[in-house]
């Protein structure tokens, strides 16, 4: 290798030296500007200005290089200096793992989620009467589990559906906890009812049609109590944890996600269940991770799979409806099930899962 080769190469690693220089001083000065932008609540991407810089380059280039050759490089640096600013945004966010490391445990009457144990959250769609809850708490408590759901506000896409009893079916609840020593995790719709609800319940449920109510979340996040929260029908992950970032910020760290499955062009099943968000929530968020099994299939037949799939990929728990007779039930019939599927579904899970029970 001649001398001259040698030389040149060696002019070659100054220059790629100071390149990288260039290049870690812009991104710092990017870091900078991100921070400002957040706190004046600009939007972080300027396309006037991309095009200012994009122009300037065609203005001042003068070879080797071809024009449209640097452009293409300069926009890559743009857009990763767009996202050092967004991934400097998702430490800051108080949901962020980066933010805390270590998982954030709910504690429900005495039942740790968040610890690695799974758990279970069942109950019917809605209330209905003190006998139908009564004997789904039964149920529950033959299973040796704690955590019972119900629908008091029932917000229903047509206006003509069953609504629910509203208070008195949180009543209900409270009653039916009571005597079986159980939890109670219930809908709440408007903020106006969250401190009368409080009596009652022992989590606070936001539904997927809520999950960006602003002011509901800010209210949720004034309490102290849990809450879980339902990823909305359309939300990506993002917002998902934005919504939860709404209630932490307010001061309530006590928050469960819960995926549902989203709404998708398939037709085959109620929602689409979006697995992958679980090991996602988990690594982005300190926060506990549970799946709907009933709302995202809407299928009986489906619920046993896909509970062993949510506990399988790292889901905290799972959520289904069970209900005395749901040919009857006045929501949801087709999807419920009844007590006997209940306890078949929970004599096979418990094959699958480090299931917590009483």
């Not at 390149?19 to 710092?28: G, K, Q, T, Y």
């Not at 009653?175 to 709440?188: K, T």
């Not at 007779?325 to 004599?347: E, G, K, T």
């Amino acid at each position: 290798m001649s001398k001259e080769l040698e030389e040149l190469r060696s002019e070659i690693e100054a220059v790629d030296e100071q390149i990288l220089s260039l290049l870690n001083n812009r991104a710092s000065i990017v870091k900078e500007i991100g921070k400002l932008k957040e706190m004046q609540g600009v939007k972080r991407f300027d396309p006037v200005r991309e095009r200012k810089l994009l122009d300037l380059i065609e203005a001042r280039n003068e070879g080797p290089f071809e024009t449209s050759t640097l452009q293409y490089i300069f926009k890559q640096i743009f857009k990763a200096s767009l996202e050092l600013q967004e991934d400097d945004n998702r430490k800051a966010l108080l949901v962020s793992r980066k933010k805390k490391p270590d998982d954030t445990i709910i504690n429900i009457k005495g039942e740790q989620i968040g610890t690695g144990e799974q758990h279970f959250v069942m109950g019917p769609c809605a209330v209905e009467s003190y006998e139908q809850v009564k004997q789904v708490a039964k149920a529950l408590k033959d299973q040796g589990l704690t955590l019972m759901r119900g629908g008091a506000f029932k917000p229903r896409t047509s206006p003509y559906d069953f609504q629910g009893l509203g208070m008195e079916g949180l009543k209900i609840l409270r009653r039916v906890a009571d005597e079986e020593n159980l939890a109670v995790i219930s809908e709440i719709l408007n903020p106006n009812d969250l401190e009368e609800a409080l009596d009652y319940v022992d989590v606070v449920q936001i539904g997927a049609r809520n999950m960006q109510n602003f002011e509901l979340l800010k209210a949720a996040g004034a309490i102290r109590k849990p809450v879980l929260l339902k990823r909305g029908l359309s939300a990506t992950i993002e917002e998902f944890m934005y919504a939860a970032e709404y209630i932490l910020a307010q001061g309530n760290d006590q928050i469960i996600l819960c995926e549902r499955g989203i709404r998708t062009y398939e037709k085959a099943t109620r929602n689409t269940l979006d697995i992958s968000a679980v090991p996602i929530l988990k690594q982005e968020t300190h926060l506990p991770v549970m799946v709907d099994v009933t709302h995202s299939t809407g299928r009986k037949d489906l619920l046993l799979p896909a509970a062993k799939a949510a506990l399988a990929i790292g889901a905290d728990g799972v959520m289904a409806e069970v209900h005395p007779d749901p040919a009857v039930a006045l929501s949801d019939s087709a999807q419920q099930m009844n007590i006997p599927q209940f306890h078949d579904f929970m004599n096979e899970i418990k094959k699958h899962a480090a299931v917590f029970t009483s």
